[in-house]
């Protein structure tokens, strides 16, 4: 059962992990890559049940580098912001009114949506979608949403002051060229799917 806190509870949020199980995460991909890079295997936050299983995965990773101060200090610059990125009391609550965006998953007119962000840096980052694991970028325009929490004002900001607006233009625009840059770039796993 995923963490919702009690002023979330009114709101119909993560209706897919509340029925099935799992949790949500943001995380710092950059950091999560230099782990891997030491650990040698994927540590993606995906289909952990909670925040506090997936800590200790990343705890019991941590353990054979305990000697290693740079190590040790990685991992646990890693853990301390993936803390701070899954704040849930900061993250915004959005109502979708716009078309069918996703062919299988995706967001679906009428449904609610987390928008996480943290307190510090209170900007818009994407929105957990219906596979509710992690978070996608996705348009912003102001007549497709409505905001039903938003305690940073990182949604208003977004939507009405335009500040890390995402059109459906400029999102097209985007992918296309970070697909052009995946089916560009060499390989980084080998046939079992480590990172080399």
Known sequence: MPYI???HEKYDVLPWIRKNGGEVFDYPSELLFQIEKIIGHDL???GYESYEEYYKEVDACAEPFKDDPAVTKLFASYKAEVMRMNRKEEWSICKYKGDRIGEIMGLESGHTYYWPTTADNPVYCGVIDEEEFTYYWFPT??????ILLDPTGMAYRT????????????LDYVMKQARELLDNRPDSYDD?????
């Open 5 to 7: 806190p009690k002023e």
């Open 44 to 46: 993606t936050p995906y």
């Open 141 to 146: 325009e102001t007549e497709d949403w409505e």
């Open 159 to 170: 939507l009405y002051e335009k500040k890390g607006y995402v059109s459906r233009k400029n």
């Open 192 to 196: 079992s799917g480590m990172i080399r």
